[in-house]
């Protein structure tokens, strides 16, 4: 069975704290995104990596960043946390061809005070 | 402007009924996908497809892709069926998908 798997499945973090959240996928994909999921807007892209060391800024980046230094591991960092970064995050994975299967993670749950 | 849209938003039936659940969209796509999540869970797959239909058990999916539109029905709900379901379509021009706002099923006994 293919796993991604997310670090944390709950988080509370104080405000102007610094956050990674870590992904983990196991078959290979080349293609890795996080997302962000509000109630009424659905899933949002923030960044998406489809190489090692590559990266390219989804629909709402300001606020993040990511790092994927390993094929497997993509993570995502809250260099200074805000409250309206409360959300559920998800870490998704894919093969880079036009039939891969889009694979998620359990979700973390970010709540900043 | 949302690319992909669903309806109903919100759905409440009677275990047992047939169910629908409709979704269109806007740009060329390579593949459309239907995706489940249950509360406080993570999300899984359920169908890819470019063509025609595709059944697995009680769910049925089918896309049209001149009207560029899907839909997913559920015969004889249940109330294990209780979920948001979320229709995907994955661009023809690249590696990034559009996602639907969802639909929350809840299915009565």
């Known amino acids: 069975d293919v796993k991604v798997t997310q670090s944390s499945r709950y988080l509370v973090k104080r405000t102007g704290e610094k956050v990674f959240l870590e992904c983990v996928q196991d078959?290979?994909?080349?293609?890795m995104f996080w997302y962000r999921q509000d109630p009424g807007l659905g899933l949002r892209l923030i960044y998406f990596?489809?190489?090692?060391?590559?990266?390219e800024k989804g629909d709402i980046p300001e606020g993040y960043s990511v790092s994927r230094e390993k094929k497997e591991r993509f993570s995502l960092i809250l260099e200074s946390a805000s409250t309206n970064q409360t959300s559920m995050y998800l870490c998704?994975?894919?093969?880079?061809?036009?039939?891969?299967?889009?694979?998620f993670g359990e979700g973390s749950r970010l709540t900043v005070l | 402007k949302n690319e992909v849209e669903q309806s109903p938003q919100n759905l409440t039936a009677q275990e047992g009924e047939f169910i629908t659940i409709n979704c269109s969209y806007s740009?060329?796509?390579?593949?459309l996908h239907w995706l489940q999540q249950h509360p406080g869970g993570g999300i899984v797959s359920l169908f890819m497809l470019s063509s025609g239909k595709k059944k697995h058990g009680r769910l049925i999916a089918t896309i049209n892709i001149q009207e560029k539109h899907s839909s997913l029905h559920i015969t004889a709900s249940h109330p294990r069926d209780s979920a948001v379901y979320i229709c995907?379509?994955?661009?023809?021009?690249?590696?990034?998908?559009?996602f639907g706002t969802g639909t929350s099923l809840t299915v009565i006994p």
């Open positions: 740009v060329g796509i390579s593949a």
């Open positions: 990596s489809y190489d090692v060391k590559m990266k």
């Open positions: 998704a994975s894919s093969f880079r061809g036009r039939w891969g299967e889009l694979f």
């Open positions: 078959m290979d994909h080349e293609n």
């Open positions: 995907a379509v994955r661009l023809n021009t690249g590696n990034q998908f559009y």
